[in-house]
């Protein structure tokens, strides 16, 4: 079956410095990878949804520059956040669907924590 | 703004009881999926619909893109079923997922 997953599972990190996380496909070719941010109040804000062969598509308030994504395969995709601070904390997911498969499939989440 | 809007924001059951979740969107969903997320934050696939009704256990879920609405059913509550709930509606002519604010389940004894 169609599985994601994510690594890593959490990370704490100090104001301004990094945190990549990374999604791999198992089963199903990743033919778009979605990435969201759920806040500590359990909100989903969609981050970017990135296609292969298409450019990456941030919704408002997320920037490449803070959230460079990478997708070079249709088996995975990684995600930075660029200088995190204390607004960044929160569960990032990952959401993979395959050319022929309409559901999301998400990994367990990387959750962030900002000293 | 806010595409899906979804209800109750929390609701408590007792053992064997049931009751409705729903999700009204304010645009046009080409579908819509229903999630149980754990106390670790997975986020478990409960349905996926583009139309129609699925069934699965005690667990049903319907999809009215026209009326722009999806519910799901819990019936015979089990202790087991406490969680969080959230439905995910995909944008027609989109590709994006917006997810609702969730409903917090507790089911008591």
């Known amino acids: 079956g169609a599985l994601v997953y994510q690594y890593p599972r959490r990370t704490i990190c100090k104001s301004g410095t990094s945190m990549r996380m990374e999604c791999q496909a198992v089963?199903?070719?990743?033919?778009?990878v979605a990435w969201y941010r759920q806040s500590p109040q359990k909100t989903f804000e969609l981050i970017a949804l990135s296609t292969v062969n298409s450019a990456i598509k941030y919704e408002q308030n997320f920037t490449q520059e803070k959230f460079p994504i990478s997708h070079p395969n249709l088996s995975f995709s990684s995600m930075t956040v660029l200088n995190a601070y204390l607004e960044d904390r929160g569960l990032y997911l990952c959401?993979?669907?395959?050319?022929?498969?309409?559901?999301?499939?998400f990994g367990e989440g990387s959750k962030l924590t900002v000293l | 703004g806010d595409q899906v809007e979804q209800s109750p924001s929390a609701l408590s059951l007792h053992e064997g009881t049931g009751s409705a979740l729903r999700c009204n969107f304010t645009t046009t969903m080409r579908a819509v999926q229903w999630f149980q997320q754990n106390s670790r934050g997975s986020l478990i696939n409960l349905f996926y619909?583009?139309?129609g009704t699925k069934e699965n256990g005690r667990l049903k879920s319907t999809f009215n893109s026209k009326e722009s609405y999806s519910t799901l059913h819990i019936r015979d509550a089990q202790l087991e079923d406490s969680g969080t709930y959230f439905c995910?509606?995909?944008?027609?002519?989109?590709?994006?997922?917006?997810f609702g604010k969730g409903t917090s389940l507790t089911v008591i004894p």
């Open positions: 619909l583009a139309s």
């Open positions: 089963g199903f070719q990743a033919t778009s």
């Open positions: 995910a509606a995909e944008e027609t002519g989109y590709q994006n997922f917006y």
């Open positions: 959401g993979a669907r395959g050319q022929n498969t309409g559901q999301l499939y």
